[in-house]
């Protein structure tokens, strides 16, 4: 952790700057509008999924909240309210007197931060203002997942934050802590919908397999519903109350490690309850990756080669020599293969690597995630006409990207290397 303090700001403006450079390609806003119409948990998936980098300004009232991303990362946010600033955080915690509040707050009138002011009477130490800093910003985040009313807008570009104040958590798992703490059911049943619909694991790989933290109630979720379900048969297979199990499946679907699918249909041979064909293959059952099993330092210099590599097959433009399975594959070795190298390049891995490396991750990822579902369609549609003779309707979910594209030149220049 650097041992320089950011440059001065007040209490009532969080240590942010509009970089001058453009923002990167891909980085376009995705939408503006009303929060009536749209979830704010829904918005920060969306910008995850998009890998958007840029700012979420919440409006409601008088209040103003903005949460900021790096390619789909929460790094930060802030806010308009004097409760959210630092100061009034520290003193609603008991953990400076109003004393202190009042002398370091003189001393951030005379443009010095008040954080630094903090440090340099003897208050507080530079890691503890960090700390609480972290708490204050998620507090920020996690009280407009209760914001019904309002509007909302994505800014794209890019936001300079000091690296000691960026958040290390995945946004999959700021989702699901936020939905936790959502109090009113009404929040809950709006954002499950339409309870007909099956509830599925997520069709896009880079959702599917994202890095989170699991309470055990979650992981029980997810290990049973390994194809669709209806929502009374999950209801009566687990035994936590309706509520609870009701909150727990707005968050992993609002994180995007579920999904609502099209209701089931009903089968002109049996007279049942059917999983529509386009819904039963899905990606293999595998949990997400568990935040302490993702918290390491790749090393950079290592992965190089392997990145060298993927680049080589990618130039290639061809998906079975992305995934390298033999043309005709099978479902199940694309699905082996994909989660191979799933392992090796999920974005969520490189939270902490430098910027220009994490680029080039997003990048060789969507290569992957596009082989995968293009190999996985075409393995279906194949299978089908063989067992059926007709060919498998349109899935119901969106692919995970448009049309196979053109391979570039190379890659993205590589970042340097560490000493």
Do not use: C
């Not at 910008?47 to 979420?56: H, I, K, M, Q, V």
């Not at 103003?64 to 409760?83: D, L, M, P």
């Not at 297979?237 to 727990?248: D, N, R």
């Not at 992305?322 to 099978?330: E, R």
Request: net charge neutral.
């Amino acid at each position: 952790m650097s041992e320089t303090f950011p440059p001065p700001a007040t209490d009532e403006t969080p240590f942010l700057e509009t970089a001058e450079t453009p923002p990167p390609a891909g980085s376009a806003a995705p939408a503006a509008g009303r929060l009536t119409t749209a979830s704010v948990p829904d918005l920060l998936r969306r910008a995850y999924s998009e890998r958007f980098t840029g700012e979420l300004l919440l409006d409601r009232d008088e209040e103003r909240k903005q949460i900021y991303f790096e390619t789909g990362n929460i790094v930060f946010a802030s806010s308009n309210q004097a409760a959210d600033r630092i100061g009034a955080s520290l003193l609603r915690q008991g953990l400076i007197t109003q004393a202190d509040f009042d002398r370091v707050l003189a001393k951030a009138a005379e443009g010095k931060r008040f954080g630094q002011a903090l440090v340099e009477a003897g208050i507080m130490s530079q890691r503890d203002i960090i700390t609480n800093i972290t708490f204050q910003v998620l507090d920020i985040i996690y009280s407009v997942f209760n914001w019904t009313t309002g509007s909302y807008e994505f800014i794209a570009g890019e936001q300079r934050v000091a690296e000691e104040l960026k958040l290390k958590l995945t946004t999959a798992s700021i989702i699901l802590e936020g939905v936790r703490r959502i109090e009113d059911f009404g929040i809950i049943r709006r954002g499950l919908g339409d309870l007909n619909r099956f509830i599925a694991p997520s069709s896009s790989p880079l959702l599917r397999m994202q890095t989170m933290t699991l309470k055990p109630f979650e992981r029980q979720l997810l290990e049973l519903i390994a194809q669709p379900l209806d929502l009374l048969y999950i209801l009566a297979a687990v035994s936590a109350p309706p509520a609870a199990t009701l909150k727990a499946l707005l968050g992993l679907i609002s994180a995007g490690v579920l999904e609502q699918t099209d209701p089931p249909t009903i089968s002109r041979d049996t007279g049942k309850l059917e999983i529509p064909a386009a819904l039963r293959p899905v990606i293999p059952l595998a949990t997400p990756t568990t935040a302490s099993q993702a918290s390491y330092s790749p090393d950079y210099a290592a992965l190089r080669p392997q990145l060298d590599e993927i680049w080589a097959r990618i130039r290639l433009n061809n998906p079975q020599a992305i995934l390298n399975v033999p043309a005709g594959a099978s479902v199940e070795a694309i699905n082996f293969a994909y989660l191979q190298l799933v392992e090796r390049f999920h974005p969520d891995r490189f939270l902490a690597a430098p910027m220009p490396l994490r680029r080039e991750i997003d990048e060789v990822f969507r290569h992957i995630a596009q082989s995968y579902e293009r190999l996985r369609q075409q393995s279906l549609q194949a299978r089908l006409q063989r067992s059926t003779g007709r060919f498998m309707a349109t899935p119901s979910f969106a692919p995970v990207t448009g049309a196979y594209p053109v391979a570039t030149a190379g890659p993205p220049a590589p970042p340097a290397r560490p000493p």
